[in-house]
């Protein structure tokens, strides 16, 4: 029955659809990339070097643009580089901001499952609204409020809360406000869509049953809510990882993530095989550890079955 399912040309160009646009447009452009970072670059019309020397018939791999990336040229400890601290400090940011997308986000696709079926829309449209305006706008109107001469500062001054205004531009608070504003409904749909479906007689029998209600939620809800919180979890900090308007923006230069090293690395020096060899190193960073964590829990389902 499987096979003849498969055979159908209806099913299997649904199945084909997904596979093409992963080809299209994340293999491909993924191969590319791979192909500046071992390549050096040319002094001639050719941006690039060839990578098959047709004189020896060798490759000419150059390793040195990961090399660099794990030890400084001068020879000095491993991993001890700018690039490892941005890494470091990136998806210390990224980790940052899921957990306030995760506690912020919790609370209102809870709020939002257990209101009535006729106000759900306008409450998920409420959460869909930044999206009507650019991307850039909303960052910038952060600006606005944060800055010495903004909302908050002058809210507090006029309020006797200080007497000068309060650095909050710039700064780490800065930059994890606005990544958390920007993210959080990444957090509240996948969050939403797992809590509706959620039986909530359930909690019913444990208070029945004398289960406090936060126990009820500890023992119940979280457990349900689980897939809802890994894919939440995923949505806001893959992107966040290599995240570059926010930074830019709203961070200070003690702020700066991989995102604008590989920037600064393509377009202020030039330098596109090292910037394409991050780019790469990026990349693993966020996949392998995703594909061992799919894998991991793939074979748990299995073994369940």
């Known amino acids: 029955m499987a096979s ?9 160009f649904v199945i084909g659809v997904p596979y093409g646009w992963l080809l299209i447009f994340f293999l491909l452009p993924f191969l590319i990339l791979l192909y500046i970072s071992f390549v050096d670059m040319g002094n001639d019309i050719n941006p690039f070097k060839p990578i098959w020397d047709t004189s020896t018939g060798l490759l000419q791999l150059k390793y040195e643009n990961y090399w660099s990336i794990f030890r400084t040229s001068e020879g000095g400890p491993l991993f001890q580089t700018l690039y490892i601290e941005a890494y470091l400090r990136s998806i210390w940011y990224a980790l940052c901001t899921a957990v306030l997308c995760l506690l912020i986000g919790y609370p209102f ?10 106000v759900r829309p306008a409450l998920l449209m409420m959460v869909m ?16 409020i944060l800055a010495d001469q903004g909302v908050i500062n002058q809210f507090m001054m006029a ?3 200080t007497s000068e205004p309060v650095q909050m531009l710039y700064t780490n608070v800065s ?14 749909l996948p969050l939403y869509a797992n809590l509706v479906k959620m039986d909530f007689r359930l909690l019913e029998a444990a208070y029945d049953l004398g289960t406090s209600p936060f126990k009820a939620f500890w023992l119940i809800t979280v457990p349900l809510s689980k897939a809802g919180i890994v894919a939440g979890f995923m949505l806001v900090f893959i992107p966040s990882v290599g995240e570059f308007v926010i930074p830019s923006l709203l961070g200070g230069p003690e702020n700066i993530m991989i995102g604008r090293v590989v920037w600064d690395e393509m377009f202020t020096s030039n330098n596109w095989p090292r910037a394409s060899a991050l ?3 990026m990349i693993g960073l966020i996949v392998v550890p995703l594909a061992l964590y799919y894998r991991y829990t793939g074979d748990a389902a299995e073994a369940k079955h």
């Open 175 to 188: 930059m994890l406000v606005g990544m958390t504003y920007v993210y959080l409904p990444f957090m509240i």
């Open 279 to 281: 780019a790469v190193v």
């Open 4 to 12: 003849s399912n498969l055979s159908m040309p209806g099913r299997r």
């Open 129 to 144: 609204l930044p999206f009507w305006t650019s991307f850039l706008l909303r960052v910038y109107a952060w600006k606005g």
């Open 159 to 161: 309020v006797g809360l």
């Open 109 to 118: 696709a809870y709020f939002i499952a257990r209101s009535k079926p006729s």
